[in-house]
């Protein structure tokens, strides 16, 4: 950047409107211990992220206007922290990528919101659950804007734990059952290992500036000085010398697997299906779960000069998606499918960033926010029509009575396998182009890896598919004579949601497309990110970039081809198939039995360790025991044993005693 970046106290504004209407309900609630009507909740709530969409807007047109390679927009509110030469500013900053995530984070949050309002009208019970929802959904929406406009990383962190805070309320909103209190504790928990690995890194980085004389956490900052400190070394038992923007990026990078639910720390993500479905549209789908994505590609300059953190971003990412992938083959939940999906879409984004595409990892996050979206919504409007059921197995022939919800969802299946000319064609090709031509170790594997899960992709989700809306409805008589279209605010945010999932890929165009029609610079949202993220170019012909996209769609079209073999043209094989790989099959539907391991292995010695050592010996034996009960036994023996035979009860004798004791202390002082 140069120059001095242009002030704009617009940008205090974004994240302060949800910020108010959260603390609106907030006190309705937990004060005056009252509900509000239901119209004044919607109007505040939705208003506030409404608001903050039109201002985002506002920013990004401002934002456009600058100087080509100074675009740059700041707002210092104030000085938080201040210590000796230490300055840690509240302060935002709007630039290319941010205004990409603002807009993603209002635009997108605030269809969900109106989505909300039908979907959870049926929540009449008496613990104001209609108000606190939407209370929630404000909060977190602010938590993720502080995220993704902080201009440093300490206001980056109170995002970052904003929302891991606002994961765990919603996934356990309707605490009532205990399962989904459950859940919300194992996601924030979870969450909270990953943050640990992101607190080193920030000392680090922090420790690592401070020694070159400029004691800052800010991201131009870091930018600016990076070259001093991007030689400095640790050193580390067992591994000598080691690089710090090694080590600290492979910390920040371990935050980043416990909040976008990389390996090893993705369990969490599956089991938050537990909460209402806009959550899993707003939270697991478009928003938090990219928090880590983000954070990657913002500190892109980090990963650059770190070759070993940023392939091990990468090879994760892909291990990952392909795990992933292979565990939604098997569920029959809807929304679990769509939960490993994400696991697995989550992958493909680091696989990106590993490879230094960064913009097509920004580019697959938006298109994935807005098919994802759609397909959670779309399960949500399914569910509701099915009065809260949500196993497939129970499920089909629901073309023909919900039309609307079928053709929307049938856009964002066609989207997320990659189908042309939809969004997500685009940017995952982008993304195995960027594995390609990378310098990764192993990339042509890595590539390999994104096509064969680019194929269960659409194996997966063409599966789903037909399974809800094809074939013979297998629900009860009695649910299938009420099966509708939900109401009209559910419906609308769909069709909103299904034209960007079709048409969103036009914004990052590949000049190869650009070129076969005539247009200069069609990657309009490389071009926009290039001044953060650096721009890549590949080292290939038009041709073979080309092949490579026209085989991904071969294997996609396989994918889907196998889907409609298994599950229309003979929906008997699936079971002869299950019959045949029964070990294979248990394998997979138990999602590998990872989470059992980690509960064997880590939970209970845990636990065990937690209730007879800590609890029973130290707190319950030691600290209470001999401590606490055995200074009160101690007084107690001493005053029946002792002091109790000094209490007569005769006054004379106490009033000799007093007179004695006074003679003595006068004799003392006299003598």
């Known amino acids: 950047m140069v120059g001095t970046p242009e002030t704009s106290e617009l940008l205090r504004l974004i994240p302060a409107l949800p910020l108010a209407a959260a603390v609106f309900h907030g006190i309705v609630l937990g004060l005056l211990r009252r509900e509000s009507p239901r119209l004044l909740v919607v109007v505040v709530s939705c208003g506030a992220v409404l608001a903050s969409f039109g201002l985002s807007v506002l920013s990004l047109f401002r934002l456009v206007d600058q100087p080509e390679g100074a675009r740059i927009l700041v707002d210092n509110v104030y000085t938080w922290i201040g210590a000796g030469r230490f300055s840690g500013e509240v302060a935002f900053q709007l ?44 909060l977190f929406t602010f938590a993720m804007l502080m995220l993704v406009l902080g201009d440093n990383l300490l206001v980056m962190f109170l995002g970052w734990e904003g929302v891991g805070l606002c994961s765990y309320l919603l996934i356990g909103f309707w605490y009532g059952d205990s399962y989904n209190a459950y859940c919300g504790a194992k996601a924030f928990i979870v969450n909270r290992i990953g943050d640990f690995g992101f607190l080193i890194g920030i000392f680090l980085l922090f420790w690592a500036m401070a020694d070159v004389g400029t004691p800052s956490v800010g991201f131009r900052d870091m930018a600016a000085q990076f070259g001093a400190i991007a030689d400095k070394t640790l050193a580390l038992p067992g591994f000598g010398e ?18 976008s639910a990389q390996l090893p720390l993705y369990t969490w993500l599956p089991d938050a299906m537990a909460g209402p479905t806009p959550v899993s549209a707003l939270i697991h789908a478009a928003t938090m779960v990219t928090a880590g994505v983000y954070m990657v590609c913002r500190l892109s300059f980090l990963y650059d000069a770190a070759p070993v953190a940023a392939a091990t971003v990468a090879w994760v990412g892909g291990i990952t998606a392909l795990f ?38 920004v580019f697959h996050l938006m298109t994935h926010a807005f098919f994802k979206a759609l397909l959670f919504l779309g399960a949500g409007a399914v569910i509701l029509a099915m009065h809260h059921e949500q196993d497939t197995d129970k499920m089909g ?179 002869r198939f299950r019959a045949s790989a029964t070990g294979l099959w248990r394998l997979v539907a138990n999602k590998y039995w990872v989470d059992e391991a980690i509960d064997a292995a880590i939970v209970r010695p845990m636990v065990t360790v937690s209730d007879k050592l800590l609890y029973q010996r130290i707190d319950a034996g ?35 005693l007093m007179i004695v004791g006074t003679l003595a202390v006068v004799g003392w002082l006299v003598l």
């Not at 992938?325 to 680091?350: E, P, R, W």
């Not at 982008?430 to 194996?459: D, K, M, Q």
């Open 242 to 259: 080691v690089k710090l923007v090694t080590v600290a990026a492979l910390c920040m990078f371990l935050g980043a697997c416990g909040k």
């Open 324 to 361: 992933a992938a292979t565990i939604a083959v098997a569920q029959t939940d809807i929304k679990k499918v769509l939960a490993y999906s994400t696991v697995s879409q989550l992958g493909y984004m680091f696989v990106a960033a590993g490879c230094a595409g960064y913009s097509a990892a």
């Open 397 to 575: 022939g629901l073309r023909s009575r919900i039309p609307l919800t079928w053709g929307v969802f049938l856009v964002g299946v066609l989207a997320i396998a990659g189908v042309p000319p939809l969004s997500g064609f685009f940017s995952k090709d982008e993304i195995l182009l960027a594995a390609w031509t990378s310098h990764v170790p192993g990339h042509r594997v890595l590539w390999l890896i994104g096509l064969v899960t680019a194929g269960i992709t659409s194996f997966y989700m063409f599966r789903v598919y037909f399974r809800t809306f094809h074939g013979e409805c297998r629900a009860p008589r009695e649910v299938q004579e009420h099966i509708e279209e939900p109401a009209e605010t559910v419906t609308y945010p769909l069709v909103a949601l299904a034209f960007l999932s079709f048409f969103g890929g036009i914004i990052g165009l590949p000049q190869v497309y650009g070129d076969a029609i005539g247009i200069a610079e069609s990657n309009s949202l490389a071009l926009f990110l290039a001044p953060v993220v650096g721009e890549v170019h590949h080292e290939i012909s038009h041709a073979a970039e080309l092949g490579l996209a026209a085989l991904a769609v071969a294997v996609a079209g396989a994918g889907a081809l196998l889907a409609w073999l298994f599950y229309v043209r003979q929906p008997e094989l699936p079971g």
């Open 622 to 656: 030691l600290i209470d025991g001999a401590g606490v009960n055995g200074v009160a036994n101690t007084v107690r023996a001493a005053a029946l044993g002792v002091f109790r035979h000094l209490q007569s009860g005769l006054t004379q004798s106490y009033l000799f």
């Open 95 to 138: 630039d290319p990528l941010s205004a990409v995530m603002i807009l993603v984070v209002t635009g997108v949050g605030a269809l969900i919101h109106i989505y909300s309002i039908g979907y959870m009208d049926e929540d009449h019970r008496d613990d104001k659950g209609f108000q606190r929802f939407f209370c929630y959904l404000n």
